[in-house]
């Protein structure tokens, strides 16, 4: 099967987004280009979480609205659904959650400990692509793995993936993300979070910390037991405070809830 493709016109926003300087106008020249990005972009714009609701009805008062940084990351999230066909074997309202949950979490995580905001969102979105791609591509080995480990855990499912494919879901997505010309700091981040503690790298770090909040309250740990699961040298090694999931909590929920809506 085909590897998946991100619209040109996602593409091309997140380059301009990467810019500071690119004007506002190019912006909503070219979310007008594609209606499903624009009528989000309205949408979040319009969310009780911004206490705008019914009142944006433009593109540049929606960009005024929602800050660069929250339109990178709903243009980067509505390309992404829009790209990627349900896959067999995944409950993909679960899986669009966790993602946005990790993504969101990534970016609380971020800006906390000196990584970028953008990137630290884009790798904890762009973390299970490649679950997706082998359940798309690859349907009958994908049971298999499947009847062995939840499809979700994705940083769990990685030996199984190996085991029966001689490759892992990271590979995968490492080697889309590449064709997609996304930065390699996201690639070596997305190859190297399962043995956190043994990096430097802090990118990995961030993505080790947020996928296991995320997988935590997919499967309905409580915040404790969620902490049980987390290397404690992760942790340190981020410089956050022993109360960093008490402090980024609310807003990573409630971000998760604009954006599914």
């Known amino acids: 099967a085909a590897l998946p493709t991100i619209s040109k016109v996602v593409l091309e926003l997140l380059e301009m987004l990467n810019d500071p300087d690119t004007p506002t106008t190019a912006i909503v020249r070219a979310i007008r280009k594609d209606q499903v ?9 319009n969310s009780s979480f911004y206490g705008r ?5 433009s593109l540049d008062v929606a960009i005024g609205t929602l800050g660069l940084h929250t339109l990178r990351t709903t243009v980067l999230t509505t390309g992404l659904m829009k790209a990627l066909p349900d896959a067999p074997g995944i409950d993909m309202v679960s899986y669009w959650r966790m993602s946005l949950r990790t993504a969101f979490m990534a970016s609380e995580i971020a800006s906390r400990c000196g990584v970028n905001r953008d990137e630290a969102f884009s790798t904890g979105l762009m973390q299970g692509l490649g679950v997706l791609v082998i359940h798309l591509a690859m349907p009958e080995e994908a049971l298999l793995i499947a009847g062995q480990v939840d499809p ?8 199984t993936d190996r085991k029966i494919l001689g490759f892992d879901n990271a590979d995968v997505c490492a080697e889309l993300l590449r064709r997609w010309k996304f930065p390699d700091s996201i690639q070596i981040a997305l190859l190297s979070y399962s043995n956190a503690t043994g990096v430097t790298d802090k990118l ?3 993505l080790a910390l947020s996928s296991l909040y995320a997988y935590g309250i997919n499967v309905g740990l409580s915040e404790g037991e969620i902490v049980t699961t987390i290397q404690p040298q992760i942790v340190t090694d981020l410089n956050l405070p022993q109360d960093w999931l008490e402090r980024c909590r609310d807003n990573v929920a409630a971000s998760v809830n604009f954006m599914a809506a």
Do not use: M
């Open 37 to 45: 990005l624009a009528a989000k972009v309205l949408r979040v714009a």
């Open 152 to 159: 979700l855990f994705i940083d769990g499912r990685r030996s």
């Open 204 to 206: 990995s770090k961030v």
């Open 53 to 57: 609701s019914g009142e944006v009805s």
